[in-house]
């Protein structure tokens, strides 16, 4: 996936309106099919789109492969806005996806230093590594997303 922050003039996007253009069809279309479904179903369709077992996705999201099972399969468990930002960096998923995510969650971003750094997080570094994002967050002393992630620091 390609970020498109930088690209500042005409110069700068070509070649890139194609990929542009193909990132807005498919989450578009992504966006369609995950519409009716509530958070667990959701889940499951990016998995499947992004062609991603639990256990990829536990490497790339730092998230448990329990815990993935369990937020994949009950619409009662606990989504935190830290599931949201790791699965969503795990899957590589632009702000507009992320956002109904969060949103099928039943999750609000307030105006607070955290979560505008889980935004600003959604925004710019969806298609960085889980690793990348907890280092940023670790350097002026937020925790790390997700337990998995913090056990691996204390290693």
């Given at each position: 996936?390609?970020?498109?922050s ?39 369709y ?23 099972i ?11 806005r ?33 979560d ?18 907890n ?21």
């Open positions: 996936m390609i970020l498109f930088n690209l500042s003039s005409k110069s700068d996007c070509q070649g890139h309106d194609t990929a542009f253009q193909a990132v807005i069809e498919w989450a578009t279309a992504t966006n369609k099919a995950i519409a009716p479904l509530d958070f667990p179903d959701a889940l499951h990016l998995m499947k789109d992004r062609k991603m077992t639990v256990e990829h996705l536990e490497e790339v999201s730092l998230i448990s492969t329990r815990t993935i369990r937020l994949s399969n009950d619409p009662e468990y606990g989504v935190t830290e599931h949201i930002v790791a699965l969503s960096v795990g899957l590589t998923l632009p702000p507009v996806i992320s956002s109904e995510l969060l949103r099928k969650a039943g999750l609000v971003m307030r105006n607070t230093t955290l505008n750094t889980y935004r600003m997080i959604l925004c710019m570094m969806y298609s960085s590594t889980i690793e990348t994002v280092d940023l967050l670790i350097s002026p002393g937020i925790s790390p997303l997700t337990r998995l992630a913090a056990r691996n620091l204390r290693r």
